[in-house]
Each structure stands twice: as structure tokens, then as C-alpha cells.
T-cell receptor, first 115, second 116 residues
Framework: GAVVSQHPSWVICKSGTSVKIECRSLDFQATTMFWYRQFPKQSLMLMAT?????????EQGVEKDKFLINHASLTLSTLTVTSAHPEDSSFYIC???????????FGPGTRLTVL | AQTVTQSQPEMSVQEAETVTLSCTYDTSESDYYLFWYKQPPSRQMILVIR??????QNATENRFSVNFQKAAKSFSLKISDSQLGDAAMYFC?????????????FGTGTSLTVIP
């Protein structure tokens, strides 16, 4: 159990377009989901914390108008990269926290390439 | 804020031998969790081992064990009988216990090479 999926796993887009990435908890409810970004050969850096039914909390330096997060249900959080630029090219990973518990589980990640 | 430091960017080990990856952290909290995650080329984060700070006993998972020194804020990972499949990037991570947030704080990673 405790599976988290991300869709798409890989996306290539043109500069200026928007891209939506989904994070789903498949067999459990997640009141909190976290979005991380990982540049090549670097560590995971938290971008934002997403709570179901409320606004996301963004880390310092992360533009909330550029990285739109919606956590509309207990099993789905979406990250939309608006007006993507080549510098947004990265690996985006979500993790989902089990509702009522403390365990978290990572999704497989989404590789975004902006041309 | 919590910080996690991995001072070994790269490590190598001979197959079947033992290797230890180092990790130190800084926190003012008394209750927290520590983790080692493995990230193979697929980039999927795989939980290797987890330690609750309140437990004095070091966690073990088959060939993987930790040396948790709470006072020294040290959390090293020992891999015994290394296998080719152990080659990956290893991240040490910290997470607070309790509360409603609890994001992970990751170290910079150690790239482990296993030599046949």
C-alpha cells in the first residue's frame, strides 16, 4: 500500500506555456502534500506545502504566482508551472502525508524540460 | 531552521565490502525523525532506513544499519555486504515529529559507486 503517483512522468514544453503536474495518493488520504524541486546532481529543495482545502504555503524565494498549487481533494494535489522558462527545467517530486498519521510517501517524480 | 550535512559527495566500495556514509544535522528540537533515502537513476526516492530520535537503539534493516549519536547529532549509514544494486545517490534527511507540516530537510547527497 501507500502508493503515490505523479503524472506526467516526463514533459517537454515550449517557453511561455503552462504545465500541470498531478500528484495522487492512490490508496490513502493525504491531508498534506509537499512539492520539491531537484536540479541535476543536487538535493531536493522544498517549494511549498499543500494542505487540502486551503492555500499552499510557499518557501522563501518560490514565486506563488508562477508555481500554482491546488489541493482540492484528499488524494490529489496539482502543481502548475505558469509561463515556463528554460530555468524552470527540473525534476519535481511530491510527497504525501498520511491523513491522521506522520508517515510520508514520495511520488516517482516528473521531469520538466522547457525549450 | 534545521540543516543536514553530508560531507562525502562521493564514496566507493568494493562489492561484498562494508561502507559507511556520514551525516550530521543541526536542530533545537527534541523529537524528530531521521532517514536515509536511496535515489537510483530512475530518481524514485526509496526509503532505506528510519530512526526515531527518542529511541536509543540503532535502527537496522537487513544489510543496512545506522549509528545514531543524538548528543553529537550524527546519523551515519552502514551498508554491509555491498551489492551492485546498492549503487545510487544516498540522501540523509530530517523531519520534525508532530505538528501539521513536517517537510523533509535533505542533505546534499552522497553518490555511492559499487566496484565489482
Amino acid at each position: 500500500g501507500a502508493v503515490v503517483s505523479q503524472h506526467p512522468s516526463w514533459v517537454i514544453c515550449k517557453s511561455g506555456t503552462s504545465v500541470k503536474i498531478e500528484c495522487r495518493s492512490l490508496d490513502f488520504q493525504a491531508t498534506t502534500m509537499f512539492w520539491y524541486r531537484q536540479f541535476p546532481k543536487q538535493s531536493l529543495m522544498l517549494m511549498a506545502t499543500s494542505n487540502e482545502g486551503s492555500k499552499a504555503t510557499y518557501e522563501q524565494g518560490v514565486e506563488k504566482d508562477k508555481f500554482l498549487i491546488n489541493h482540492a481533494s484528499l488524494t490529489l494535489s496539482t502543481l502548475t508551472v505558469t509561463s515556463a522558462h528554460p530555468e524552470d527545467s527540473s525534476f519535481y517530486i511530491c510527497s504525501a502525508r498520511l491523513a491522521g498519521g506522520e508517515k510520508q510517501f514520495f511520488g516517482p517524480g516528473t521531469r520538466l524540460t522547457v525549450l | 531552521a534545521q540543516t543536514v550535512t553530508q560531507s562525502q559527495p562521493e564514496m566507493s566500495v568494493q562489492e561484498a565490502e562494508t561502507v559507511t556514509l556520514s551525516c550530521t544535522y543541526d536542530t533545537s528540537e527534541s523529537d524528530y525523525y531521521l532517514f536515509w533515502y536511496k535515489q537510483p537513476p530512475s530518481r524514485q526516492m526509496i526509503l532505506v532506513i528510519r530512526q526515531e530520535a527518542y529511541k536509543q537503539q540503532n535502527a537496522t534493516e537487513n544489510r543496512f544499519s545506522v549509528n545514531f549519536q543524538k548528543a553529537a547529532k550524527s546519523f551515519s549509514l552502514k551498508i554491509s555486504d555491498s551489492q551492485l544494486g546498492d549503487a545510487a545517490m544516498y540522501f540523509c534527511a530530517y523531519r520534525s515529529a508532530g505538528g501539521t507540516g513536517n517537510q523533509f530537510y535533505f542533505g546534499t547527497g552522497t553518490s555511492l559507486t559499487v566496484i565489482p
